[in-house]
């Protein structure tokens, strides 16, 4: 039972940031119909500036809301390089994302005193957290991450589905599905897409803060997979869960990190090599990809079978 428990509260750590990613790379890959690569980057700059800050001594909750805006400057660029200066969408985020590589190596580089770069910042037991300042009670400790990560999950779900639904938000909505109609009912569209992509990664920043805190390190190499790992959340939530109206997409797309995280866990303690890691990411999604096409065979085979059925009792 412990076990089961552990594994819960690993699912959950793991999850709930990556909810964060999964709803920024939404934003993006669904709503503004943007290929952004920024993520990878912000989600290490987010990490990175986070806990850099807290390492310097300054308190993680401050740290935690510049690694925030740390992000959005990550997607402010990517929105620039393509709205000003026509730089096709795919090529901006792998420009900013390059860019931001080497940006960390320079900040973490701050909290070594040999080099000025340094591919690894880590917090000694004395730095607090945006966790750690609420240990000490009789709530085990990794329970408490999971409640103060799902409160900034619930938090920030609620705070896009608001903003999305107002009158700005909506005319982001229709710069994604149609920039020329949204352009001419008077919306202007790169500034919408400057916003749009700068909430995207601003979020993804965050979700880096969340992670780096709760493993208490980051290096560029952690930080590389996650895209997919978003991406794959974003399919598997729609599939399980449908996108029957803008709050339920929202919702799925966050449940989606979960599954794919309880996916990735049950296997692993079924005794999946953690080296293959990479290739059950890929196979999670295609299956995904291939679950629409599954729903529509099953369908068609019970509409055979309840046809083959009437025209039998006829």
Same mark, same amino acid.
């Given at each position: 039972m412990n076990y089961i428990f552990d594994l819960l509260l690993n699912i959950l750590t793991s999850g709930l940031p990556c909810c964060l990613l999964a709803l920024g790379i939404f934003l993006t890959y669904r709503l503004l119909d943007f290929a952004d690569l920024?993520?990878?980057?912000? *989600?290490?700059?987010?990490?990175?500036?986070?806990?850099?800050?807290?390492?310097?001594?300054? +308190?993680?909750?401050?740290?935690?809301?510049?690694?925030f805006i740390a992000g959005a400057i990550c997607g402010i660029i990517t929105g620039l390089l393509n709205t000003c200066l026509n730089i096709p969408k795919l090529l901006s985020g792998i420009i900013t994302m390059t860019a931001t590589a080497s940006i960390a190596l320079?900040?973490?580089?701050?909290?070594?005193?040999?080099?000025?770069?340094? $591919?690894?910042?880590?917090?000694?037991?004395?730095?607090?957290?945006?966790?750690?300042?609420?240990?000490?009670?009789?709530?085990? $400790?990794?329970?408490?991450?999971s409640i103060?990560?799902?409160?900034?999950?619930?938090?920030?779900?609620?705070?896009?589905? &608001? &903003?999305?639904?107002t009158e700005y938000g909506m005319a982001i909505r229709a710069t994604g599905m149609n920039e020329q109609m949204a352009r001419s009912q008077g919306v202007n569209s790169k500034?919408?897409?400057?916003?749009?992509?700068?909430?995207?990664?601003?979020?993804? =920043?965050?979700?880096?803060?969340?992670?780096?805190? +709760?493993?208490?390190?980051? +290096?560029?190499?952690?930080?590389?997979? *996650?895209?997919?790992?978003?991406?794959?959340?974003?399919?598997?939530?729609?599939?399980?869960? =449908?996108?029957?109206? &803008?709050?339920?997409?929202?919702?799925?797309?966050?449940?989606?990190?979960?599954?794919? *995280?309880?996916?990735? $866990?049950?296997?692993?303690?079924?005794? &999946?090599?953690?080296?293959?890691? $990479?290739?059950?990411?890929?196979l999670l999604i295609t299956i995904a990809l291939c679950i629409p096409l599954i729903k529509s065979l099953f369908s068609l085979i019970k509409k055979k079978i309840v046809t083959k059925g009437e025209n039998e009792n006829a």
């Open positions: 920024t993520a990878e980057g912000s *989600f290490l700059m987010g990490g990175a500036v986070c806990l850099t800050l807290i390492v310097k001594g300054v +308190d993680p909750f401050t740290s935690t809301i510049i690694a320079l900040i973490m580089g701050f909290t070594s005193s040999k080099s000025p770069f340094t $591919n690894l910042v880590t917090l000694s037991n004395k730095d607090n957290t945006i966790y750690s300042i609420f240990y000490g009670g009789v709530i085990p $400790n990794q329970v408490v991450e103060v990560m799902l409160i900034v999950v619930v938090l920030f779900n609620s705070l896009v589905y &608001f &903003f999305f639904g500034l919408a897409t400057i916003v749009c992509v700068s909430l995207s990664n601003a979020l993804i =920043g965050l979700a880096g803060a969340l992670f780096a805190q +709760d493993s208490r390190s980051m +290096d560029v190499k952690t930080a590389s997979g *996650f895209l997919v790992i978003g991406l794959a959340s974003i399919l598997i939530g729609e599939s399980i869960f =449908g996108k029957r109206s &803008f709050k339920n997409w929202i919702i799925s797309v966050s449940l989606g990190a979960v599954v794919y *995280f309880v996916i990735i $866990n049950v296997a692993i303690a079924l005794g &999946f090599p953690t080296q293959l890691k $990479n290739l059950l990411y890929a």
